[in-house]
């Protein structure tokens, strides 16, 4: 097993790309209105919403445990509906020296498709990939877009 790792997936909703892309760009305090179970608070600590440079604090349950995750908005492309957040402090700085979630949402004939990146660094060879939390995006992916499909 290495250190460095990369775990991808496609999730086929049927909200539409720029929507979905919305709620995480500028609108990730309203996830938690979609997904209350797994997401409890997402807060702006410093910027703006959906600024390159802002510092976002999200509070979650995940893996039977509340946990926090500090991340920084890295990267945004409006035009290709995709972001990157680097994570700064949290439980995942425990077991990852460098960590990168990349959302892309692409439009297709009826609804879109979200491919998530996680793009990471392990402290030690011991710590498994992340498949589990790559598991955790998917099920948050389908909570936000029934919560977007049921709000029009």
């Given at each position: 097993?290495?250190?460095y790792g990369k775990v991808e997936t496609d999730v086929p909703i049927r909200a539409s790309a720029s929507k979905f892309h919305e709620i995480f760009h500028?609108?990730?305090h309203h996830i938690?209105?979609?997904?209350?179970d797994k997401i409890h608070g997402v807060d702006l600590?410093?910027?703006?919403?959906?600024?390159?440079?802002?510092?976002?604090?999200w509070?979650?349950?995940h893996g039977g445990k509340h946990r926090v995750a500090k991340e920084i908005v890295e990267e945004v492309d409006e035009e290709?509906?995709?972001?990157?957040?680097?994570?700064?402090?949290?439980?995942?700085?425990?077991?990852?020296k460098d960590f990168r979630l990349k959302i892309q949402c692409v439009p297709k004939n009826k609804g879109s498709v979200v491919h998530w990146t996680l793009d990471y660094e392990k402290l030690h060879d011991k710590i498994p990939d992340s498949h589990d939390l790559l598991h955790f995006c998917v099920s948050v992916s389908k909570d936000i877009d029934a919560h977007l499909i049921e709000a029009y």
């Amino acid at each position: 097993m290495g250190l460095y790792g990369k775990v991808e997936t496609d999730v086929p909703i049927r909200a539409s790309a720029s929507k979905f892309h919305e709620i995480f760009h500028k609108k990730p305090h309203h996830i938690s209105n979609a997904s209350k179970d797994k997401i409890h608070g997402v807060d702006l600590h410093e910027g703006e919403w959906g600024k390159v440079g802002s510092i976002i604090y999200w509070r979650y349950f995940h893996g039977g445990k509340h946990r926090v995750a500090k991340e920084i908005v890295e990267e945004v492309d409006e035009e290709n509906n995709s972001i990157t957040f680097k994570v700064i402090g949290g439980d995942l700085t425990e077991e990852y020296k460098d960590f990168r979630l990349k959302i892309q949402c692409v439009p297709k004939n009826k609804g879109s498709v979200v491919h998530w990146t996680l793009d990471y660094e392990k402290l030690h060879d011991k710590i498994p990939d992340s498949h589990d939390l790559l598991h955790f995006c998917v099920s948050v992916s389908k909570d936000i877009d029934a919560h977007l499909i049921e709000a029009y």
